[in-house]
Structures are given as C-alpha cells and as structure tokens.
C-alpha cells in the first residue's frame, strides 16, 4: 500500500484539532480566548470541555492525518 499525501483541509482540520485540544488541556499552552469560544459553542451543542476531551482531539490529529494518508480521497 503506497501512502498518499493527505488532503489541505484534512491537514487544516487536524492542526486546528491538536491546537484546540492542547489549549484546552493547558499543560502546553493555553489560549484563554479560544478556550471561552470553544467550551460556549461546545456547551450550546450540550457538550462539556473538559480534560477527557482535550485528550480526545490531542489524540485524533495525527490519527486524521494517518488515516488521510493511507485512505484516498480524505
């Protein structure tokens, strides 16, 4: 299986996941505007931001990339 170059958007999305999820862990960085912007949009959908989330999209950025690379078309 030959890896592929994962797609812009999908490289996009997974920055703005590692980010999102390192600034709300805050061990690393922590961006007090962004962190009020995603736990309100959050909590309107009805989902708590918390640690285990943080964790969460920490953990799915470089999965997405992975997965974009060995799958073609994301």
Known sequence: MKPNPPYLATIVIAVVLM???????????SIA???????DA??????????ELARLMI???PM???IGSL????
């Open 19 to 29: 980010v999102i999820g390192l600034s709300l862990e805050g061990s690393l960085i």
């Open 33 to 39: 505007a962004l962190n009020n912007v995603v736990v």
């Open 42 to 51: 959050l909590g309107a959908v009805g989902i708590k931001a918390g640690q």
């Open 59 to 61: 953990v799915a950025s």
């Open 64 to 66: 997405l990339l992975i």
């Open 71 to 74: 799958v073609p078309g994301i």
